[in-house]
């Protein structure tokens, strides 16, 4: 038996879903973001977000006034502890402006290759963390593996895997270890081809596609708008790298191939997978 929309036996539902107000935090102090977040949900939208800001000050600007600037680096150490390298080399370039001190040629080519080495290690855990907050477990697995051997580089030059202390006022604690630079190259010729492993594992998941593409995508005006920098910047199609555009110390040696996506969005950028497809190219 047929029944049309007027049929008084037909029962119509009201299927939306209700936005709902979730507290995200705060979280334990021992832990990295603390702050607390209102969030305006409805199902997996996030239509507002709220923060409250304020629950972990550690005082280090007070503590500095109390230390010299070489006993203020470890810490640096704390301020991103998976680039602490790159922190402890932001403060040292503060204080030799200050004094207006230029390191020696070799302590100044040193410090670019650590620090470089810093923001491979701190990318590979981002990108292996990334996909974990998806539930992808195994590319985390991938990216620990060639941040140990970076982890283990660190460690032969100054005997420490996470707070280093080692980029310091006037160059470096200490030279690079006999070998440590062939060890170093050898490890880059072998990340290379390991790239494409990652974006097999991620970015042609249909998994990560589906949860990531078309979501948080913003223009160039916003990402400018808002202050952000770094890939974030260069996502959002901003052909601007500090270390082509500003360049300290041998940066301005080195041709840096900044890599943006126009559309703002990686993963439909034409473009971009074409160039996944064909990684020789």
Known sequence: MSTTIDDPRVIEFDVRTDEMLVNMGPQHPSTHGVLRLMLRTDGEVVSEVTPHIGYLHRCAEKIGENLTPRQWIPYTDRMDYLAGMNMNLGWALCVEKLMKYEPPEKGRHLRVIIAEMGRIASHLVGMGAYGLDLGTFSP???????????????????????????????????????????????????????????????????????????????????????????????????????????????????????????????????????????PAE
């Open 140 to 278: 985390f697995l991938y990216a620990f593996r060639e941040r140990e051997k970076i982890l283990d580089l660190f460690e032969e030059a100054c005997g420490a895997r996470l707070t280093y202390s080692y980029l310091t006022v006037g160059g470096a604690t200490a030279d690079l270890p006999l070998g440590w630079l062939e060890k170093c190259e050898k490890f880059l010729d072998e990340l290379l081809p390991i790239i494409w492993e990652y974006h097999t594992l991620l970015t042609t998941n249909a998994i990560f596609v589906k949860r990531t593409a078309g979501i948080g995508v913003m223009s160039a005006e916003m990402a400018i708008d808002f202050g952000t920098s770094g890939p974030v910047l260069r996502g959002s199609g901003v052909d601007h790298d500090l270390r082509r555009d500003a360049p300290f110390h041998a940066y301005d040696e080195i041709a840096v191939n900044v890599v943006t996506a126009p559309g703002g969005d990686w993963l439909r950028d034409d473009t971009a997978i074409e160039q996944l497809s064909n």
